[in-house]
């Protein structure tokens, strides 16, 4: 072996990996949350999860604000068409009323006669 | 999330030898060396989709383990770059038989090489990487990579040539 390969056999022996302090990992994930709370390829999850959930509730709030509008509208012209039937109706009623109360008239103005 | 951090405290309890050794030999101080490789890690939980294979993974690490130890390095005041730290500790750490361990005194030699050389050295022989890998880790020429190599075996050899050689009897 020459004075080249002596060297780096000892290179190669003293240069082995040394201990970390104890307790090294445990400080290390201890700091994790403050670092980052998740690695970036959760992140892509949890970065689209609340905007598609934000989403879902505005679609929803939508379609529940739409048919409720729908609904309302429905009603109001349901509400407006009976009121116009119930006014036929008394009108209708009010003439027949009216024809009848002649035709009596007439027939006790002729009795009297 | 336990199983990201499951998966994650595994990747840390098997490399982290690694890592600190890499920041410690350029640093030559343990605390330093500990922020920059707990950095390491947070930076790998943050990029961790980044990673392919544990191949990859290896690769990143000792990346940005020389990366970042090197950049603490330049941002230290010049009179503490390591070597003096170094000293001080290691002359409160002799083995039992009152001697310098064989990994202080390589460690010491190191800490006089210029980083870019201390860092080709580390993954030549601590990392036994090929130097067309340790290329490809500093992003660095081949060419450069060699005489980086060549320099500092031939600065080692000339400043330990005594002590080196009580090793290489013992061994």
Redo the contacts between chains.
């Keep these: 072996m020459d ?2 390969e ?16 104890a307790g ?2 445990a ?3 201890a ?2 949350p403050e ?2 709370p ?5 992140k ?1 999850r949890t970065f689209w999860a609340p905007a598609t959930r934000w989403a879902t509730a505005v679609v929803l709030l939508g379609v529940a604000g739409g048919s409720y509008w729908q609904h309302q509208q429905q009603e109001r012209i349901a509400g407006e068409r009976a009121r116009q039937q119930l006014f036929l109706a008394l009108r209708m009623s009010a003439a027949t009323l009216n024809d009848v109360q002649h035709k009596v008239l007439r027939s006790t103005t002729g009795d009297s006669e | ?1 336990p199983g ?2 499951g998966e ?2 595994e990747i ?2 098997a490399h ?3 890592v ?2 890499i920041a ?2 350029v640093l030559g101080d ?1 605390g330093t060396a ?1 922020e920059v ?2 950095d390491v ?2 930076e790998l ?6 990673i392919a294979s544990d191949e990859h993974l290896i690769a990143w690490l000792r990346r940005v383990a020389v990366h970042r130890a090197t950049d603490a390095l330049r941002r230290r005041p010049r009179t503490l770059h390591g070597a003096a730290e170094f000293e001080d500790w290691m002359a409160k750490a002799p083995n039992e038989e009152g001697s310098i361990p ?2 202080s ?3 010491r030699l190191l800490l006089e090489l210029p980083p870019a050389q201390r860092a080709v ?2 993954l ?3 990392e ?1 990487l090929p130097p067309g890998d340790i290329a490809e880790t500093l992003r660095m020429p081949l060419a450069t990579v060699k005489s980086h190599l060549q320099r500092a ?1 031939k600065a ?2 000339a400043r330990a040539e005594d002590t ?1 050689k009580e ?2 009897r013992h ?1």
């Design positions: 004075e080249h002596d060297l780096e056999h000892l290179l190669r022996q003293g240069l082995r990996p040394r201990q970390t302090p090294f990992s400080r290390l994930m700091r994790l670092a980052s998740v690695p970036s390829f959760r892509k | 999330m990201i951090t994650f405290r840390v309890e982290q030898s690694r600190f050794s410690y030999r343990r500990e490789a707990q890690f947070l939980y943050r990029a961790f989709d980044e064989l990994a005194e390589i460690e050295v580390l030549r022989y601590q036994d075996l080692m050899r080196l090793y290489t061994g």
